[in-house]
Structure formats: structure tokens, C-alpha cells
């Protein structure tokens, strides 16, 4: 009973930690943000199994969790708002040649990350991108200009 | 259309998943020996244009499958919260021996190597010349993996396919506890008596 | 030695969780499925080691997942329909104009996770798409419809 409890709060928790703690750099998890995770984990891991080392308790955290993660799938699914909060939505960053500043100062993007995005696309220089879009998962689409 | 030559799971440039295996090491003897298959229609199409390598039969019951599954999860977790697993409120039992000597307080469903109390009351008639004497089968300190007896018994002697403990008593209500740690999952008998009362005698199931 | 059969379960059972959790569409893991995928581990592992904390149980734990884990490569490889059932096959999301709605109900997959797929490509709109796949690892792989408006 313990452990599905602890199972679920720890779920929800790193869910929070994640989505407030990482920024959303072009894309990669930096050193740092690894070891967060890591440490963070850790310890939810080791208190959730407690002294319980039997199959039994760890057969039901996953399964908890697993549960917990498809239930929240499904709702964000079916309610986009919920989407919204656990996710986070794509965000433009430069629009017709305009950079969206405050936007960007928000999510502590540079113009060098959508540059250095733009070229992993083939695009030699800003004038050339269209959109820029921070998506939600970190990584930055560039759009040409046709 | 272009298709890469390597090997199985590997997407070719336009996405679309590539051919089953052949060998796809570069060849640089052209001998007969060697194995190569021709490119076969080997995978689904869909709209027969694009090969896709769907199957909407296998993903049906595939479906049918994930659902029942979940169930059974759910199902799984529900026992759990109430404790049939162990360590929860369906687990917990209690013997009690009709002259009143012996009250049991114990897990039915115990977890492999975890820890867990059960305690012992006694009653006023298992007091004898101020101490109380409790036998305990071999069961419970084995299989059940009993590591410490709290009070410190006076005395423990081995016999009779158990323990005789020996603690000091004054006046009731008086209990002991044993701290177990099952040392294997199973069934397992547990057998406790104060001399020249009724015995109480459980199985105990211990969760791997 | 019961570490043995603990590792051997606890991998098998991972791999079916994993499995049944769902495809995370998308091309990469994001932060919150790698927290996801390090916390369902780390709850596997801590039954398989127990209290035992000598090199030779990590050992022979880490030798147990490895052959299990070699063993369903090799059926999937033998065995075709295992390879199906373990990994699943790619699914049609999107098929010229049309959205395979329940597909993506079934899979919790937003037409956003498709534009995303579409605007790493360099698109805008979904009538630039004609085909849109969800693959075995979760990656959408777009097919641009032939006639660039």
C-alpha cells in the first residue's frame, strides 16, 4: 500500500520537477540536467521500494506507474489543455523575419540555437528561415522561406 | 525508388521501413556461393502504394490484448492496496488458542526477505513462577526468518523441532515480538505453544 | 541461483511494460519519458538485487538480462510474428486528407505530435502530407504529398 502510494506521488513529483527544472535548449540534455535526473530519480526510486525488496512490491510500483503514465496519456489525449500543462506547446520564435523576444528570453533560447538549428536543415543564414518553432520536446523546426 | 541494401530495421532515406534481412555486406567476390534473394514484394502495402508493413488484423487483436492486459494490471493493483499481497489490511491475522494463553498477531501472505513483526500475547494462565515459557517451531525461525525476539528471552533452548524461550514476566499483559525476515517464498507452516497449553498452528504464504 | 531467475523475470517484464505503456511519438526522448524509463528500471532492479550487494549476484544479474536480452533479439530475427509482437508494426496516421482518428485514439497521438513530425521536415500545413507513419520507435515519418503548393 505504501509503495503504490509513494509510487504515484513520485510519479506526479518528477513529472513537476521535470517539467519546471529542464529548459528546452535545442533539444539535448545537458551533464548537468543528466545528473539531475539521475539523483532525482534515485532517491524517488529508493523510497518508493522502501525495505521491500520482493518481487511482489516491485511487480506492483511498475505496474502503478505504468497505470498512472497510461491514464495520463489518455487525458491529455482527449483534453488538449491538459496537453498543454503536462507538455508544454510548440512556441513560435521568429516569425517573417521578427524574433518573438519576449518568447524567447522565457525559454532562454539564443538566436545562435535557432541558427544552429537552421543549419542541420542546409540554411545558410536567418534570412532565410520562415519559422522557427520551439517544439515541445526541446527540439527547434525551421521552416524556409520559399 | 531508392532502397538501402543493409539489414533489416533500418529506415531508408524516404522513411519508409526497408526490406526484410538479406546480407548486406558489400560483396567483393561475385562467387555463386554467395547468398543474395532478389527484392521481393516482401512487405504490406497500403492502398498498394505504399509499403507500410501494417497488419490491421494483428493490431486488433493486438488491441483486445493491451485491454485485457490492463485489466488484469488493474486488478492487480486493487489486490494490492487491500493487501492481499501482503503487507496491507487483508493480510493481517490473528490466533488465538481457546485457554487463553496464546493471542497471535501475524502477516498470512508475508514478502520474500522483507521485514515484518509478529507479535505474541500472552495470557494471565501462561505465567508461571514469574516467568513465561514459549515454544516455537522450526518453521518460524527458518523459513519465516525470525531475527530478533524482543524482549531478550532469559533462556532458549533447542528442541522438539523448534525453540523454548524463557522470558521473565511479572504480571499481564504481556507480549513478544518477532522480527521476520522469510528467507525464501513458499508456504510455510508456523507452530507456537506455551507449554502444557493448546498450540496454534497457521500456514503462512510468502510472496517471492 | 534465484538472482537468476529474478533477472530473467524482471527484464521480460520490463520489456512488456514498455511495450504496452505505449509508442511516445516522437523522434526524440523527451526529458519526462527518460524519467519515466529510469524510474520504471530502477523499480525492476531493486527486487533483483535484494539485499545481496556482492560483485558476483551484479554480475551474474548483469550476464542474466544480457542473455535474455540476446535470446528475443534472436527470436525476433527466427520469428517474424515475434518480432510483431514485440515491437509492433508501423501504423498509418494520416493518408491523404484523411486522419486515422481512432488509430491515434488507440495510440494517444495528437495530430500536434504529426505537425511536428511535418514541421521538422520543412512543412507547414497538413494537405502537404500524404502519408503519415507512426513507427516502431515512436518516430512519424512523413511522406510529402508530390505536389509542393
Redesign the interface.
Known amino acids: ?4 502510494i509513494h ?1 504515484i506521488i ?2 506526479f513529483f ?2 513537476l520537477t ?2 519546471i527544472l ?1 529548459r528546452r535548449p535545442g ?1 539535448q ?1 545537458t551533464p548537468f ?1 543528466f545528473v539531475l ?2 539523483l ?3 532517491v ?3 523510497a ?2 522502501g ?17 498512472m ?2 491514464t495520463i ?2 487525458l ?2 482527449r483534453f ?1 489543455r491538459i ?1 498543454a500543462l503536462v ?1 508544454g506547446t ?1 512556441l513560435v520564435m521568429l516569425k517573417d523575419g521578427e524574433w518573438q523576444a519576449e518568447t524567447m528570453r522565457q525559454m532562454r533560447i539564443k538566436d545562435d540555437d535557432v541558427m544552429a538549428a537552421a543549419r542541420t ?1 542546409g540554411l545558410k543564414t536567418l534570412a532565410e528561415i520562415k ?1 522557427a ?1 520551439l ?5 527547434l ?4 522561406k520559399s | 525508388m531508392e532502397r538501402s541494401a543493409s539489414s533489416s530495421h533500418q529506415t531508408s532515406p524516404n522513411g519508409v521501413p526497408a526490406g526484410r534481412e538479406f546480407s548486406g555486406e558489400i560483396q567483393t567476390i561475385m562467387a555463386s556461393t554467395t547468398i543474395n534473394k532478389p527484392v521481393e514484394d516482401s512487405i504490406a502495402k497500403v492502398n498498394d502504394e505504399i509499403a507500410v508493413g501494417s497488419d490491421p488484423d494483428f493490431q486488433r487483436r493486438w488491441l483486445r490484448f493491451e485491454h485485457g492486459l490492463w485489466a488484469v494490471f488493474t486488478l492487480i493493483v486493487v489486490l494490492d492496496l487491500l493487501g492481499f499481497f501482503g503487507r496491507g489490511y487483508m493480510a493481517k491475522g490473528t490466533a488465538r488458542t481457546n485457554d487463553g494463553t496464546l493471542d497471535v498477531q501475524y502477516d498470512r501472505v508475508e514478502r520474500y526477505s522483507t521485514p515484518s513483526i509478529m507479535t505474541v500475547q500472552f495470557g494471565p494462565s501462561a505465567i508461571r513462577d514469574g516467568k513465561v515459557q514459549l515454544w516455537v517451531s522450526e518453521g518460524v525461525i527458518k523459513s519465516l526468518g525470525a531475527q530478533r525476539v524482543v524482549p531478550q528471552p532469559a533462556s532458549s533452548v533447542v528442541g522438539q523441532g523448534g525453540i523454548l524461550y524463557t522470558f521473565p514476566a511479572t504480571s499481564p499483559p504481556f507480549s513478544a515480538g518477532f522480527q521476520l525476515e522469510p528467507t525464501s517464498p513458499g508456504m510455510f507452516e508456523m507452530a507456537m505453544r506455551v507449554p502444557g497449553g493448546e498450540e496454534v498452528r497457521r500456514k503462512i504464504l510468502v510472496m517471492p | 541461483m534465484a538472482a537468476v531467475f529474478r533477472a530473467v523475470f524482471g527484464y521480460c517484464f520490463l520489456v512488456l511494460m514498455v511495450r504496452v505503456v505505449g509508442r511516445r511519438p516522437g523522434k526524440q526522448m523527451t526529458p519526462f519519458d527518460f524519467v519515466l524509463v529510469f524510474f520504471l528500471g530502477g523499480l525492476t532492479l531493486t527486487p533483483m538485487v535484494g539485499n545481496d550487494r556482492s560483485l558476483i549476484n551484479a554480475l551474474t544479474i548483469v550476464a542474466s538480462i544480457a542473455v535474455t536480452h540476446f535470446v528475443l533479439v534472436w527470436l525476433k530475427q527466427r520469428f517474424p510474428a515475434f518480432g510483431r509482437v514485440l515491437d509492433g508494426t508501423p501504423l498509418v496516421l494520416l493518408e491523404k486528407g484523411q486522419w486515422h482518428q481512432r488509430t491515434m485514439d488507440q495510440l494517444a497521438v495528437q495530430d500536434q505530435d504529426v505537425m511536428a513530425a511535418a514541421r521538422d521536415k520543412g512543412l507547414e500545413r497538413p494537405d502537404q502530407i500524404e502519408y503519415a507513419i507512426l513507427e516502431r520507435n515512436g518516430e512519424i515519418s512523413i511522406i510529402q504529398s508530390s505536389n509542393k503548393s
Do not use: W
Open positions: 500500500m505504501h509503495t503504490i509510487a513520485s510519479y518528477l513529472l521535470i517539467r529542464t533539444a540534455m540536467e535526473v539521475f532525482i530519480g534515485g524517488a526510486i529508493l518508493t521500494v525495505n521491500d525488496r520482493s518481487e511482489t512490491n516491485s511487480v506492483c510500483a511498475v505496474i502503478a506507474v505504468a497505470l503514465h497510461r496519456a489518455g491529455k489525449q488538449p496537453s507538455d510548440p536543415k519559422y518553432i517544439e515541445r520536446n526541446g527540439a523546426s525551421v521552416i524556409k
